[in-house]
């Protein structure tokens, strides 16, 4: 899984010869598992046709600021919302000095203006205009404002011209959109993560679990590894793919994970617990299938679990930073203050499971960062998005010093 599996791209193709290489992007981006959706500016329609990166992209295109249907479904404040990423390519000369105007008189430049996330532009013009004194003003006003300027390559034009102004090849242009995912925030850094639910055996077929599915420790796992770091996921068994550049220790009862997660802390900098460890467990686990005894209940003795992350957190080789998490239904700053200060955590992340926007199995997420003294409220956001700010969040605690592990 790349940086850009998942992401939501909003490619903006505009009015130039060049456009037929922004439907090639919006093809490389799809095929690195990006969900692609596509602005035609009035003049890109004249070099390419909707229906064209409408079977490219999987869904419908973008070109009126004001349309019915589209304001109806996804008009362009929720797709400037959508987007994780804006990317204009071709950009054209034209377009390059309305964005430096910061006008809003079509759906290309309005979404530009109203999108919360990183804008990209890939120009594409005659290397004279791109020459001219007017479009490197509009370009420095732009990468002033923190929008990332891709390109342009050089060479043989459309023209017949020769200089810089081509557009440069997609698969170019879809790495340097990656590198907005990737942090550098834990460079050098080890962190440990558990993830997933444990099962408990009662005998070899029967079992204790919860219903975790493991996205929110996967989703971390992901945003580390993304920022530079080094991932050890120790995972319960769940459906989920592992994202890539992460190592994967698979378990299955809450012993193993305790056994797996002793191991590897102790030269992480970062412990993330995030699994739903079962809290108690059989005492003894049938060594052949019970039987069932006709008009007789059974009573299984539950013995409790060692509590993981406690247990890290109360190392000697302590990991700089343990972060748990905290389910709770009632009073949830409260009690997840509580269990924060009661398991030597330096950070909790406690989310409302009342509420069926956030519980287990959902792609969704609100939760609260609380540490001693600093509380965030993250909300309702993609468990990914929200695995990348807590990531944000608590990185800087762990300030610039050398890696301890290799
Ligand atoms: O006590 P509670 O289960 O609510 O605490 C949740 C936090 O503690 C989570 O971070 C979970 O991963 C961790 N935990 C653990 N080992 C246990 C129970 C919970 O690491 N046995």
Redesign the pocket.
């Known amino acids: 899984m790349g940086l850009l599996h998942q992401r939501h791209i909003l490619v903006a193709i505009s009015g130039g010869i060049a456009a037929y290489k922004g439907a090639e992007l919006v093809r490389l981006l799809k095929k690195q598992g990006a969900v692609v959706r596509v602005i035609l500016s009035r003049g890109a329609k004249e070099f390419i046709t909707p229906l064209t990166l409408q079977a490219l992209s999987g869904e419908p295109t973008h070109s009126e600021l004001l349309d019915e249907t589209a304001e109806a479904g996804m008009g362009h404040i929720e797709l400037a919302r959508w987007a994780d990423l804006v990317v204009i390519a071709p950009g054209t000369a034209d377009v390059i000095a309305r964005l430096a105007q910061g006008r809003a008189d079509d759906l290309l430049t309005t979404v530009a203006l109203a999108t919360p996330a990183p804008v990209a532009v890939a120009p594409a013009m005659n290397q004279q205009m791109w020459a001219n004194e007017a479009t490197q003003d509009n370009l420095r006003q732009l990468v002033g404002r923190g929008i990332q300027i891709i390109g342009p390559d050089a060479g043989e034009q459309a023209c017949g011209d020769v200089g810089p102004g081509r557009l440069l090849e997609p698969d170019a242009i879809a790495s340097a959109l990656a590198e907005n995912f990737e942090s550098r925030l834990l460079e050098g850094k080890h962190v440990v993560i ?1 993830a997933g639910p444990t099962v408990e055996a009662i005998d070899p077929v029967r079992y204790l679990s919860n219903h975790s599915s493991g996205k929110m420790g996967y989703a971390l796992a992901r945003a580390c590894a993304d920022a530079g770091a080094r991932v050890t996921l120790i995972t319960g068994p769940v459906t989920l793919t592992p994202p890539n550049r992460v190592d994967r220790v698979p378990v299955t009862s ?1 012993i193993e994970m305790h056994d797996a997660a002793m191991r590897c802390a102790s030269n992480a900098d970062i412990f993330i ?5 079962a ?1 108690y467990r059989p005492e003894s686990s049938a060594p052949e299938k019970l039987k069932k005894t006709a008009g007789e209940n059974r009573v299984i003795s539950l013995v409790q ?6 247990a890290v957190a109360a190392l000697a080789q302590r990991p700089a930073l343990v972060i ?4 709770e239904t009632t009073e949830l700053i409260a009690h997840a203050r509580e ?1 924060r200060h009661r ?1 030597g955590l330096d950070y909790i992340v406690a989310n409302d499971v009342s509420d069926p926007e956030t519980t287990f199995g959902s792609d969704q997420n609100a939760v609260h960062l609380i540490s001693e003294h600093e509380a965030h409220y993250l909300p309702l956001a993609t468990k990914q998005v929200i695995a990348e700010r807590i990531i944000s969040l608590v990185a800087h605690h762990l300030g610039s010093t050398s890696p301890t592990s290799g």
């Open positions: 558990t809450a617990g995030a699994a739903a460890v809290d679990n060692p509590d993981i992350v406690a748990g998490f905290a389910a269990k398991k």
